[in-house]
């Protein structure tokens, strides 16, 4: 059930210490989420029209190795929570076998007056 | 007419060439554009309130000496060109006197159904 | 021992959901750290010179309420833990009284090589 | 002799007037040079290291149409320009037939020692 993208790093990734900048990789993990559940038939953007929105309570992420500019990294993602209103992504950032950040991020499902609700179950299905 | 604001640069402000990363200076743009206008008591999210908003059409941006970490810089601003639906801001980012970047944008006045309209009269005087 | 930074929102924080962009709040807290150590005399540009640089290792952050375009926020600083070679910040992000983010940041202290390296005395005298 | 690359939008690309902020086109612009130029075999990095940069000396840069949410665009990169130490990239990014924004970059070889410097025949032969 493991997903992955590829993830090129430009300049633009980077800070001056030569490395990527630390806030960078949850720009990486939001693209993967999207793509994890694009890949499960989960398009963001309907779910949007429908009053229904993901975002994100809570990240926990811990910075192994730094990454570099040039690098072609691998941005994993797996859920490791699922409950009726919320689920738990666990991601990791490598190069080849090198983890060069790992993070588990809890999603909020929320509805147009911005309150938690529960996910449709054909949504879970998908999801699963 | 000249108004200015101070900008110091953090680590995310800069990339691994150990400078301002280019595109960020955009960034600094649209802030000292917001402050330059609140400063003759336009406020943007009223504006948009009531239908309008303003779209950037054009930059022109030289960039003629590096930004740095820790640099405490100054971005000036002032509008060089008033048309019925559209200014001209003439911008500029230095380092005590030293110019960093250079830069005219053209930003145009958007109604709800994103067609160019023409600022109102009061609008105009303000901007003055 | 609280220290605070004020931080107005602009477009470029923000995203098309309407509300400051997750990651974002990562360089709030990386500008408040730089102020709060500035603050009490370490200039982290010396620091590098000299060959010691801090890196951030994990970041356990919570979102409570969104921070919206145009908002003016408080971000505030404590050191929570003071080790030879790493410290923890506690921060949050607050619109008046009402708590936007929640963080926990450790920080470890590098030398030129990579490796954790015990600061200065003198360092860890300024820090407290 | 056109070159395109692909760029998917997320959250992180937009912001809250809900399509693409401005300044972010310039990171897609610098990704599609990084890749013309890798396609011919030359590497920024490699540069670099043998004390060769490429720095942005100006861009002009003209928003047709806004870029949103879950766009898929195409970048597209040629070089309509090229001196000893300077080059001149005409770019655009399009979804489908449609443009959305346009801009001309020149670029300029630095030394080490940051002034402009000739490209080797060798590296202009590539580039061309």
Request: glycine content about 6%; charged content about 30%.
């Amino acid at each position: 059930m493991m997903h992955a993208i590829n993830k090129k790093i430009y300049y633009h990734d980077t800070d001056c210490g030569g490395v990527v900048y630390y806030a960078n990789y949850l720009k990486y993990f939001e693209e993967a989420r999207t793509e994890y559940l694009a890949d499960r038939g989960i398009n963001l953007i309907e779910m949007a029209k429908e009053g229904f929105l993901f975002v994100v309570k809570k990240v926990d992420i811990e910075y192994k190795s730094p990454g570099r500019y040039g690098d072609k990294l691998t941005v994993t993602s797996e859920i490791t929570k699922l409950r009726s209103a919320s689920m738990q992504f666990t991601q990791e950032v490598k190069r080849g076998d090198l983890l060069i950040v790992a993070a588990k991020t809890v999603l909020v499902c929320i509805d147009k007056t911005f309150h938690p609700t529960a996910m449709s179950d054909d949504l879970i299905e998908k999801i699963k």
